[in-house]
């Protein structure tokens, strides 16, 4: 099986459940495993390269406004791959390549590849993730292995955490001009590790605040 991944996560699911050898194409951001940064980069961004955080935040509400993405396929690269599976995302449209565009090339391929489209907001979620693919790449059981191994991680930490009578106060940012307070599983991964997040919500987007707010929320440190 040819595969193509159109994000990181999806590079290193791919990776984690054995099927390393078979990915034929992979994003410009995909940087692990280290093999990958080897491997054709089907995708390329607008954004240019010495924009700063806020120049970015404003591309990104323009894009918006014309559902347009900040990143698309380069065609001539994904043509000759001929992929069997394609691995992509739908929570974003513009923070990677637009599912309508996938779609389109994916009809426009031999063959026609599968499109697997990623969407998780928990952490349970990004384990059914792991099992999609693993079934998408016929390899339910590997996947099946991979989840197990997460779970007894996570339920490790979990048991410690549970013995923590003081849990440490925070607000985690994905961005900072302007501030983002982080969403989807990240809160719930907080809450795992023993910590409290105060501003982000579990399973639920990401989003602009103010800065007053992190001061209000008064997280240690």
Request: charged share 25%; proline share 8%; with cysteine.
């Amino acid at each position: 099986m040819r595969i193509v991944t159109l994000l990181p996560s999806a590079t290193e699911m791919v990776c984690a459940l054995g099927l390393g050898s078979h990915l034929v194409g992979v994003t410009h951001e995909c940087d692990y495993p280290p093999f990958v940064k080897s491997l054709p980069k089907v995708t390329q961004t607008l954004v240019p390269y010495d924009a700063s955080s806020r120049d970015i935040d404003a591309l990104i509400r323009e894009r918006l406004k014309t559902q347009r993405a900040l990143y698309t396929l380069h065609m001539p690269t994904l043509e000759p791959l001929a992929p069997d599976l394609i691995v992509t995302q739908a929570l974003c449209d513009v923070c990677a390549v637009a599912e309508a565009e996938v779609i389109a090339a994916a009809c426009s391929l031999p063959g026609r590849p599968q499109v697997v489209n990623l969407e998780p907001m928990r952490l349970s979620e990004v384990f059914d993730c792991i099992r999609l693919v693993g079934e998408a790449a016929d390899v339910p059981g590997k996947a099946i292995e991979v989840i197990e191994r997460m779970q007894r991680r996570v339920n490790a930490v979990v048991e410690r955490t549970e013995r923590i009578a003081d849990r440490p106060k925070g607000v985690l940012l994905e961005w900072i001009d302007p501030p983002f307070c982080s969403g989807h599983w990240s809160p719930e991964l907080v809450r795992l590790a023993g910590g409290t997040e105060l501003v982000g919500r579990e399973g639920e987007a990401s989003r602009t605040i103010a800065w007053e707010l992190i001061l209000e929320a008064d997280p240690d440190g």
